[in-house]
């Protein structure tokens, strides 16, 4: 049984660009949410997806968005990209219903902007 | 100051010591989680709580809801036990993370 899934695993990428990361939950997981975590912090809560819908949003600006797909794979896409957006950005799935369920997390994508 | 707040930030111990590691939080909450994350930058979850105690091998966490503190433990610590620990809380249906206590072990 696969677990949380991302991908690419390292991208390097130039100020003004945009990326996107992918995300693919475990199996019989719904719901994903997605984190930055910048060096020397904890993880900061970006968004969370539900049924194809972004349920929940953390403080981070428009330039983050995001999408779900029908197999409950979700993807995040940052725009004109910032050197401040260089961090490790996290994936956590979960099944609906269930706030207090142990976490998930994928290994992460470690984004660097140049 | 932040909502949870984790203390050692940074600790080291000798192979075989008995280790703790703190966290303190602001907020009403519904589970605490204690989470293990290797340089690699994936997370493990090692424990959710809501009350109590709970263990796990050589990992003990307890919490106490009325101090708003809980305590992650490690006995006979090891090498491979070097990592950062994050404490995480649930407050109204969001998690909030601390910012992680980073223990390394020597042989």
């Known amino acids: 049984d696969a677990g949380v899934t991302q991908s690419p695993t390292h991208l390097i990428k130039t100020r003004g660009q945009q990326v996107t990361l992918r995300c693919s939950p475990k199996s019989g997981h719904d719901t994903v949410s997605w984190y930055q975590q910048a060096l020397g912090q904890g993880p900061q809560f970006i968004f969370q997806?539900?049924?194809?819908?972004?349920?929940q949003r953390g403080n981070f600006p428009d330039r983050f968005s995001g999408h779900q797909f029908p197999n409950y794979s979700s993807e995040l896409n940052v725009n004109a990209l910032l050197l401040g957006d260089s961090a490790l950005y996290l994936c956590a799935s979960s099944p609906t219903g269930t706030g207090n369920s142990p976490l998930h997390f994928g290994n992460g994508t470690r984004l660097t902007v140049t | 100051k932040n909502e949870v707040e984790q203390s050692p930030q940074n600790l080291t111990a000798q192979e075989g010591e008995f280790i703790t590691i703190n966290c303190s939080y602001s907020?009403?909450?519904?589970?605490l989680h204690w989470l293990q994350q290797h340089p690699g930058g994936g997370i493990v979850s090692l424990f959710m709580?809501?009350?109590g105690k709970k263990k796990h091998g050589r990992l003990i966490a307890t919490i106490n809801i009325q101090e708003k503190h809980s305590s992650l433990h490690i006995t006979a610590s090891h090498p491979r036990d070097s990592a950062v620990y994050i404490c995480?809380?649930?407050?109204?249906?969001?998690?909030?993370f601390g910012k992680g206590t980073k223990l390394s072990v020597k042989p």
């Open positions: 997806y539900y049924e194809e819908e972004e349920r």
């Open positions: 995480a809380v649930r407050s109204q249906g969001n998690l909030i």
């Open positions: 709580l809501s009350s």
């Open positions: 907020v009403g909450i519904s589970a």
